[in-house]
C-alpha cells in the first residue's frame, strides 16, 4: 500500500460496525490536489489472498441495438439495456459509500451522458473521479475490434475519447489501464499501440481454450507481451492479464436484476438465512482462482453486459460479501475482500515484483472449443468493412483539408462544415460489433448511415478548403461510386475537370476510371500538357452490379499524378460522341488459343493465362527477372449447419467452421475477354452468374490488380456459402505465411501450429485462419508474393505455396454467439443477396527488397486520392496544383495524422513505415524538419505527445516489469533529435506533435 495517512470514512461505518474496521486509506495527495489513481486503492493485506472486486459494466457500443438505443434504453424487446440509467444508477449508488468503486470504459457513452448532466450532476461525478471512486479504463471513444481494424482508426478513436476525458477531468481521468474484456482474439499491434498510449497494463477476457489451459497450469495467465520487433524495449512491452471468468462474476455470484443467483439473506432470525454458505462457496472459489495465478492477489469482473442498471442490487450484496467473509478473518480465514479497479489490481501485481512469462507473438486466431474457431468475422460483411475503410480515407483527407483550409475550410462558400460529425461515425465504427461484422443487420446499416452522414459533413469542409486554395468557386461534385462505374457528371458532360487530391505525404500516381458516354477524349493536366487517355466498354460485370444507377457504356482510364498533401487538376473534353444506345459490349468467349494471348507490359510485370481454362498461369516481374505459376480461382467452403457428428456448431458471423476441407470450385474456367490499350490491359474473366473478376495491369505499375467481384451467393440449395479466392504458385512455402497485424507490422504464421503451445489442431481450415488487414504474403529464397487487400479478410495457406483469402460470406444459420441472425445480408437494390466488389493487389519481388514495394502499395490502398468534379470549363484564374508541403517526405516516412486540435493547433504524427528487418534502404532511421514541413502553415511552437495525445511525452512515466526470459535487446545506438525542429524516427516508430501555427 501506499505509504501515508490513514483516514476514517464516515460512510462505511455503516456498513462495518460490526469489525470495528473503520479505515479509509488515503494516499499523499497528487498534484492537483486530488487523490486518484494508484493513490487512491484500498489496502490490501500483504500475509492474505487480497480479491479484488471489479465493479463494472460492458457497455456494446452497439450489437444488437444501435449505439443510440442502447444509450435509451430503446427497443428493450430486442435486448433489455439503457446505458443512461446505469450511468444515474452508479453515480446514486457511488455516493452511499466511499469505499466503493466503479471503472467506466466506453466514452461514447459517458460522453452522451455527460452532456445532458445538470452542473450539479457533473460537480459531483467530478469529485468521485478525483477520489478515485469512478475510474476510467481504456477509454477510448469504443472498445475496438482486433483484428479487423486499421491502425489509423483505431489510434484516432482512442485519441477521440482521452481527449475527452483529459479536457473534462485532467490527469484523474486519464486511464492507467487498456481493458479489452470482450473482443474475440487480439492483435499485437494493439498491445504496441496501448504501450504507447502509456498504459501501465492491459486486461483481456479471450483466448484459445488450449492457450488458457496451459496458461492456467504454469500461472502464465499474466505475462509481459513484446509486442514490436522494431521498437526498442520497453517501448512496446505491456503487461498483460488474462481474466480469470471473461468479464463475468464468478458462478453463483452474480446479483444483477439480469441474474437469477440468491442474494445475501443475513438476518439471523428468517429461516433463509444463507450468510454461511455464502461466504463458503465464496472462500472456494477464491482459492481455485488462487492456484492459477502467481500472487496472493486476485482479480474479479463483478459485472457484465449492460449490467448495474440498477446498482443497488450489485452494490448491496457485495458490501455485505466484504463485510462477512472479511469478518471470518477473526477466525483465522485468510481472504480479504475489497473493492477494486484494474489499475489498483495492477499496482499490486507490480509491488509484487516477480519476473513475467515473455510473449512476442499474438492471440489469433481464437477458439473456444475444438470447433469453434472464431476467424469468421475476419471477413463478415465485407461491405461494411469497406465502407469503413474509404471512411477512414475520407475522413484523413477531410482533416488534412480543415488544417490547409483554416477557418474557411468551417465556413465557405459551401456552407458549414465539420470533421466532427465524422470523427464520431469513425470512432463508434471500430467497436467490437462494428468493423468486426458481428452486429445485426440494422445496427450495420445505423454504422453505415453515420459514416454516410460524417461525408457528407466531411463535403463541405474538402469543397471549402479546394474553392480557397484554387480560387474557384465552382460547385464541386462527388462521385462515390466510381467502383460501379456511376457518376452522372462524368456519363454526360463534354467538358469538366477533375481535381485529384492526394493525402500522402509523397507524390502518387494512380489510375483513374470515369464513367463516360463518348468515344473519345482529350485529357490535360495542369500545366495544359495532354495527358494519354483510353477509353474502354464498361464491363458486363460493372453493369449488372450497377442495375439502373448509371448508364454510361465506356470507362475513360487515365493516369493522374497528384503531389504531396495536395491536389492537381485535370481537364477533359469530348471528342467525339459514342453510339447513341448502350452496345451491348463485346461478346464473352471461351477460352481459347486465338481469344487469350499475353499480356505484356514492358517495364514491370508480365501474365499470362492458361489458353484452355482462362485462369491465371504465371506472374513474372521483368525488372527483377523473375518468374512464379500462378493460378487463381474461386471457391466456396460449405458453411457448417450444425448437423454433424463431430460438433453441431454452425458457421455463423462470428465462427468459421466448414463443413469439409475441400472447398467447393465455383467453375473449372473463366469465360473470358481482352481488353488492351496503351493505358490499361484487362483481362475479364467470368466465372459464374455470381462470381467475376477483372485482372488489371496499369502501365507503369509494379502490381497487378485482380477486381472482383461475388454475389448474390446463391442459397437455393439451402447451403451456406464461404467464399474464398486461392492463389496456387510453385513458391515453396515450407508451411508458412505471413499476415500483418492492423496494418503495421507482419507476423510469420505456419500451419497447425502456435508459438506459445503445442496445438492439438481440430479444424484444419478455420484454424488456420487469421486476420489479413492490409496485407499478406507467401515467399521462399527467391520469390515472394505479397497480396494488398482493400479491406480486412479472413485468409489461410493450407497448402505450400497457396494463399486463400475470403472474399464473402452468406449463411443461413446463427452460431449461437448472442447475435441472433444469420449472417444473410441484402439490401433494397440486392433483394437477392448482396454483390460485393474489391480489390487484390499483386507484387512479386526479390524478397529482401519486397517492402519496399508493398509497404507504399498499402498505404496508397489505405490512403486514396480524392476525387471532385466540377462541370464545363474552369475560370482562367483557377489555381489548378496545390502541394500543402515544401517537399515530399523520404520513402520511409508516413504521414499518419494531420488534424486541427484547436484553433491554433494542429496534431501531427509521422511514422516510420517499416520494420528494422524489413529493407535495405528503407529501414533506417530518418531524420525530419517539421519548421520546413508545411508551404502554407508556419510552424511557431512544437511539443511532443504520447500515441493518444492525451498526455506530455516528458511527463509519460510507465511501470517496469521484468520478462522471466529477457533475451536481450540488441544494443542500438541511440538517436538523438538533432534539435526541437529535426526529429529523427527509427524503424516503426509513430511520433505525436502537437504544433502551433499560423497561416502563412
Ligand atoms: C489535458 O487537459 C488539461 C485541461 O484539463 C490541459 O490543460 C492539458 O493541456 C491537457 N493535456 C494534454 C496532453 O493535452
Ligand atoms: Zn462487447
Redesign the pocket.
Known amino acids: 500500500m501506499a505509504a501515508g495517512q490513514q483516514q476514517l470514512s464516515v460512510a462505511s461505518f455503516f456498513f462495518f460496525f460490526f469489525s470495528g474496521v473503520l479505515t479509509f486509506p488515503l494516499g499523499p495527495e497528487n498534484k492537483s490536489g486530488h487523490v486518484c489513481g494508484y493513490e487512491s486503492c484500498h489496502v490490501t493485506k500483504h500475509n492474505m489472498l487480497n480479491v479484488h472486486l471489479v465493479p463494472h459494466t460492458h457497455d456494446d457500443v452497439g450489437w444488437l441495438k444501435t449505439v443510440d438505443q442502447y444509450y435509451y434504453g430503446d427497443r428493450n424487446d430486442i435486448q433489455h439495456a439503457g446505458v443512461q440509467y446505469i450511468l444515474d444508477s452508479v453515480v446514486d449508488q457511488l455516493l452511499k459509500n466511499p469505499d466503493r468503486r466503479f471503472i467506466y470504459v466506453e466514452t461514447a457513452f459517458f460522453f452522451r451522458w455527460w452532456k445532458q448532466q445538470s452542473s450539479g450532476v457533473q460537480q459531483t461525478v467530478t469529485q468521485l473521479v478525483n477520489q478515485g471512486r469512478l475510474e476510467f479504463v481504456n477509454g477510448g471513444w469504443c472498445m475496438s475490434d482486433e483484428a479487423t481494424t486499421h491502425y489509423s482508426a483505431v489510434i484516432d478513436q482512442m485519441t477521440l475519447g482521452l481527449?475527452f476525458l483529459?479536457?473534462?477531468?485532467?490527469?484523474c481521468g486519464r486511464p492507467r489501464v487498456a481493458w479489452h474484456i470482450d473482443p474475440f482474439g487480439h492483435a499485437r499491434e494493439h498491445a504496441s499501440m496501448f504501450a504507447q498510449m502509456g498504459y501501465d497494463g492491459f486486461f483481456f477476457g479471450r483466448l484459445d481454450y488450449q492457450d488458457r489451459v496451459r496458461r492456467m497450469l504454469a500461472k502464465e495467465q499474466e505475462l509481459l507481451w513484446r509486442a514490436s520487433d522494431s521498437l526498442t524495449p520497453p517501448a512496446a512491452d505491456l503487461f498483460t492479464g488474462i481474466l480469470p471468468n471473461g468479464y463475468n462474476p464468478p458462478e453463483g455470484f452474480c446479483w444483477d436484476q439480469s441474474c437469477d443467483d440468491p442474494p445475501i439473506r443475513d438476518d439471523p432470525d428468517l429461516e433463509d438465512y444463507n450468510v454461511d454458505e455464502v461466504v463458503r462457496r465464496f472462500l472456494d472459489t477464491a482459492n481455485d482462482q488462487a492456484t492459477v495465478y502467481k500472487t496472493n492477489h486476485i482479480i474479479m469482473t463483478m459485472g457484465s453486459d449492460f449490467q448495474y442498471e440498477n446498482a443497488n442490487l450489485w452494490y448491496k450484496n457485495l458490501d455485505k460479501l466484504i463485510h462477512h467473509v472479511n469478518a471470518r478473518q477473526g477466525n483465522g480465514s485468510k481472504v480479504h475482500l475489497l473493492y477494486s479497479t484494474p489499475s489498483c489490481y495492477l499496482q499490486e501485481l507490480h509491488r509484487a515484483n516477480l519476473t513475467w512469462a515473455l510473449k512476442t507473438d499474438d492471440f489469433f486466431p481464437y477458439a473456444d472449443s475444438a470447433h469453434d474457431f472464431w476467424t469468421g468475422f475476419f471477413t463478415s460483411r465485407p461491405a461494411l468493412k469497406r465502407y469503413e475503410r474509404v471512411s477512414n480515407s475520407n475522413l484523413q483527407t477531410c482533416n488534412q483539408l480543415e488544417v490547409l483550409g483554416g477557418p474557411a475550410s468551417r465556413k465557405g462558400p459551401y456552407g458549414e462544415g465539420e470533421s466532427q460529425t465524422m470523427k464520431e461515425a469513425m470512432a463508434v465504427a471500430q467497436h467490437h460489433d462494428a468493423v468486426s461484422g458481428t452486429e445485426k443487420q440494422h445496427v450495420a446499416n445505423d454504422y453505415a448511415r453515420r459514416l454516410a452522414t460524417g461525408w457528407q459533413h466531411c463535403q463541405v469542409v474538402v469543397s471549402n478548403t479546394l474553392a480557397a486554395l484554387s480560387r474557384s468557386s465552382a460547385e464541386r461534385i462527388y462521385c462515390d461510386n466510381l467502383n460501379i462505374s456511376v457518376c452522372p457528371l462524368t456519363a454526360s458532360s463534354k467538358q469538366f475537370s477533375v481535381s485529384v487530391y492526394n493525402p500522402l505525404a509523397r507524390p502518387v500516381t494512380w489510375p483513374v476510371r470515369l464513367p463516360v458516354n463518348g468515344e473519345s477524349y482529350s485529357v490535360s493536366d495542369a500545366k495544359g500538357k495532354a495527358v494519354d487517355c483510353q477509353v474502354v466498354p464498361v464491363s458486363r460485370a460493372t453493369r449488372e452490379v450497377r442495375k439502373n444507377r448509371g448508364h454510361a457504356v465506356n470507362e475513360l482510364v487515365f493516369q493522374v499524378q497528384a503531389p504531396p498533401l495536395g491536389y492537381t487538376t485535370y481537364s477533359v473534353s469530348l471528342l467525339q460522341n459514342g453510339p447513341p444506345p448502350a452496345p451491348p459490349g463485346p461478346a464473352l468467349q471461351q477460352p481459347s488459343r486465338t481469344s487469350i494471348c499475353c499480356v505484356r507490359v514492358l517495364q514491370f510485370l508480365r501474365v499470362t493465362f492458361d489458353p484452355d481454362t482462362g485462369l491465371l498461369s504465371s506472374l513474372s516481374n521483368l525488372e527483377t527477372n523473375q518468374s512464379i505459376k500462378l493460378t487463381q480461382n474461386f471457391y466456396w467452403y460449405n458453411a457448417s449447419d450444425g448437423n454433424n457428428s463431430e460438433s453441431n456448431q454452425m458457421s455463423g458471423a462470428y465462427i468459421f467452421r466448414p463443413n469439409s476441407s475441400t472447398p467447393f470450385i465455383i467453375s473449372r474456367m473463366a469465360k473470358t475477354e481482352t481488353v488492351q490499350t496503351s493505358v490499361v490491359q484487362e483481362v475479364r474473366q467470368w466465372f459464374s452468374p455470381w462470381a467475376s473478376q477483372v485482372v488489371r495491369l496499369y502501365t507503369d505499375s509494379r502490381a497487378l490488380e485482380l477486381e472482383w467481384t461475388v454475389g448474390p451467393v446463391p442459397i437455393d440449395d439451402s447451403l451456406g456459402k464461404e467464399v474464398i479466392t486461392r492463389l496456387d504458385t510453385s513458391i515453396k512455402t515450407s508451411g508458412l505465411f505471413y499476415t500483418d497485424s492492423n496494418g503495421r507490422e507482419v507476423l510469420q504464421r505456419r500451419k497447425d501450429f502456435r508459438p506459445t503451445w503445442n496445438l492439438k489442431q481440430s479444424e484444419p481450415i478455420a484454424g488456420n485462419y487469421y486476420p489479413i488487414n492490409s496485407r499478406a504474403f507467401i515467399k521462399d529464397d527467391v520469390d515472394q508474393l505479397t497480396v494488398v487487400t482493400d479491406r480486412s479478410q479472413g485468409g489461410g495457406s493450407i497448402q505450400n505455396g497457396s494463399l486463400e483469402i475470403m472474399l464473402h460470406r452468406r449463411l443461413l444459420y446463427d452460431d449461437v454467439r448472442g447475435v441472433g441472425e444469420p449472417l444473410n445480408e441484402t439490401s433494397n437494390i440486392f433483394p437477392q443477396g448482396l454483390v460485393v466488389r474489391g480489390r487484390l493487389l499483386l507484387s512479386l519481388e526479390r524478397p529482401p527488397a519486397a517492402a519496399d514495394t508493398h509497404r507504399p502499395l498499402a498505404q496508397e490502398v489505405v490512403l486514396q486520392p480524392m476525387l471532385t468534379f466540377t462541370d464545363g470549363a474552369l475560370s482562367p484564374d483557377t489555381r489548378l496544383e496545390f502541394s500543402g508541403l515544401q517537399a515530399a517526405l523520404p520513402p520511409a516516412v508516413h504521414l499518419l495524422t494531420l488534424t486541427q486540435w484547436d484553433s491554433d493547433s494542429v496534431l501531427l504524427r509521422l511514422e516510420h513505415q517499416f520494420q528494422i528487418w524489413e529493407s535495405e534502404v528503407n529501414s533506417r532511421p530518418v531524420t525530419v524538419n517539421l519548421q520546413k514541413l508545411f508551404s502554407t502553415l508556419e510552424v511557431v511552437g512544437v511539443s511532443e505527445?504520447n500515441l493518444s495525445?492525451?498526455?506530455?511525452k516528458d511527463e509519460m512515466k510507465r511501470y517496469d516489469w521484468t520478462p522471466q526470459t529477457d533475451k536481450k535487446p540488441p544494443l542500438l545506438k541511440t538517436f538523438e533529435d538533432p534539435s526541437t525542429w529535426e526529429v529523427t524516427l527509427r524503424p516503426m516508430e509513430i511520433r505525436t506533435f502537437?504544433l502551433r501555427v499560423h497561416l502563412r
Open positions: 481527449r483529459n479536457e473534462t477531468f485532467g490527469s505527445l495525445a492525451n498526455q506530455w502537437l
